[in-house]
């Protein structure tokens, strides 16, 4: 149970330490969420507080790399979207590629910092700034990520979003803007 003295961002910090978190893919093979190009734009524009981790001397080859577009990614992101599978299969063809945060060699997120996330809020990917809130239809919920301090230590969306500083109207307002710079109609 969260406690009135623990924010969510101490709790990002103690998870991101201890495992990594959501900012670490140990087995790069498991799939990320895809970013958009205007995210990729932004997140370039900080490319200088990257990690080495490989990429060319541009700044958008430091901060995203390719991955497939295997049956376990659109799978994936079908369960996440399934209202927008029509429009994923068109931005994501079988056998095509997507763009993810770049990882280092450990698999960590090239942002990830001892602190946590080293971008400004505002320059982080949607699914960044959103997660562990998802939205369904209409409704907010958390995603089942077993792994999540925060999910675990909360009992409710509601409960998360406090800890995390947002309302719903933060999350549907996120969430649209992720679906918008795909194209997506949310």
């Known amino acids: 149970m969260a406690g009135l003295d623990r ?7 103690e998870c991101s330490l201890a495992t990594g978190g959501c900012c670490a893919c140990p087995d790069q093979s498991e799939p990320g969420f895809p970013i958009s190009p205007a995210e990729v734009e932004r997140m370039a524009a900080y490319a200088d507080l990257a990690a080495p981790a490989g990429g060319g001397a541009d700044p958008r080859e430091r901060v995203v790399m390719s991955a497939p577009n295997n049956p376990e990614f659109l799978s994936a992101l079908e369960a996440l979207l399934p209202r927008h599978k029509k429009a994923i299969a068109a931005l994501f063809p079988a056998g095509g590629a997507y763009a993810r945060p770049r990882l280092t060699a450990a698999g960590d997120c090239v ?3 001892e602190a ?7 320059a982080r990917p949607w699914y960044c700034r959103i997660f ?3 939205m369904r239809g209409e ?4 995603l089942d990520f077993g792994d999540c301090r925060l999910c675990l230590e909360t009992r409710s969306p509601v409960e998360a979003m406090r800890l995390l500083g947002m309302t719903a109207l933060d999350v549907r307002t996120l969430f649209a803007a992720m679906l918008r710079d795909w194209n997506i109609n949310p």
């Open 139 to 142: 409704a907010v919920t958390l």
């Open 111 to 113: 942002f990830r910092g």
């Open 7 to 13: 924010t969510a961002a101490l709790i990002c910090r």
């Open 116 to 122: 946590g996330c080293r971008l400004p809020r505002e």
């Open 132 to 134: 562990p809130l998802w």
